[in-house]
């Protein structure tokens, strides 16, 4: 099946932080999505991104559709401690509704 | 309330029974998914379905079945549980059209551990 490669698979930062992670692919995507989950729960959505280029914040989370299609970014500013979890990405190949999961990024952050 | 519920939370069984687990939606969405989650590998589809009179397998079908019987519940069966199977399962929902009908909402996993 697709892959994504979602990078780093971890981080630890200090409260107050800001935070990159990036999901890559060799396919090109019509649609990226960003999840997070805490532990014991279910992915919540973040942000659904739907044109190349797209820019879209949700508070202090921002992530990008990449302009090839191939990659997405997120962006958290100001890191807190309730951002601690998993965050995933999730991309949808032209046609094929189903979704292609990256393996996540666990965040800590430390107060 | 949650508008995507997943019964049970929590099971342990043996292998080689038979294990229904069930889910229900308040969102009114048409496309329904099963997935699990094992560390390390990420969220993987078992199966889905676009409408009640559509079921399709995912990358990962073998040993589940599923049954949509209604628009609102879908559930997955474990037909002759193995260890393997031991893992985070979760429901999904999704619209069938208009500008979000890529995005699928999650509710909140049940733990299956096979024993």
């Known amino acids: 099946g697709q892959q994504l490669n979602q990078s780093p698979q971890s981080m630890f930062i200090q409260e107050g932080e800001d935070v990159s992670m990036n999901c890559t692919s060799s396919?090109?995507?019509?649609?990226w999505l960003w999840y997070k989950q805490d532990p014991g729960e279910g992915p919540v959505l973040l942000i659904a991104?739907?044109?190349?280029?797209e820019l879209t914040s949700n508070g202090r989370l921002t992530a990008q559709f990449g302009i090839t299609r191939k990659d997405s970014f997120l962006n958290i500013s100001a890191s807190i401690p309730s951002d601690v979890g998993i965050y995933f990405c999730?991309?949808?190949?032209?046609?094929?509704?189903?979704?292609?999961f990256g393996k996540g990024t666990l965040l800590t952050v430390n107060p | 309330d949650a508008d995507v519920t997943q019964t049970p939370r929590n099971r342990i069984t043996k292998t080689g029974k038979r294990i229904m687990l069930e889910c229900s939606q308040t969102?009114?969405?048409?496309?329904m998914y099963w997935y699990r989650q094992d560390p390390g590998l990420g969220l993987r589809l078992i199966y889905y379905?676009?409408?009640?009179?559509?079921?399709n397998k995912g990358e990962i079908s073998d040993g589940y079945s599923v049954s949509r019987q209604a628009q609102a519940k879908f559930s997955l069966s474990l037909e002759s549980a193995i260890p393997n199977q031991t893992a985070l399962y979760f429901c999904?929902?999704?619209?069938?059209?208009?500008?979000?009908?890529?995005?699928?909402?999650f509710g909140p996993g049940t733990r299956l551990t096979v024993l």
């Open positions: 999730a991309g949808l190949l032209g046609s094929n509704y189903k979704l292609t």
């Open positions: 396919s090109i995507f019509n649609t």
């Open positions: 991104l739907y044109k190349a280029g």
């Open positions: 969102k009114g969405h048409d496309r």
């Open positions: 379905s676009f409408d009640v009179k559509d079921i």
């Open positions: 999904a929902t999704g619209l069938a059209g208009g500008p979000s009908y890529n995005e699928q909402f």
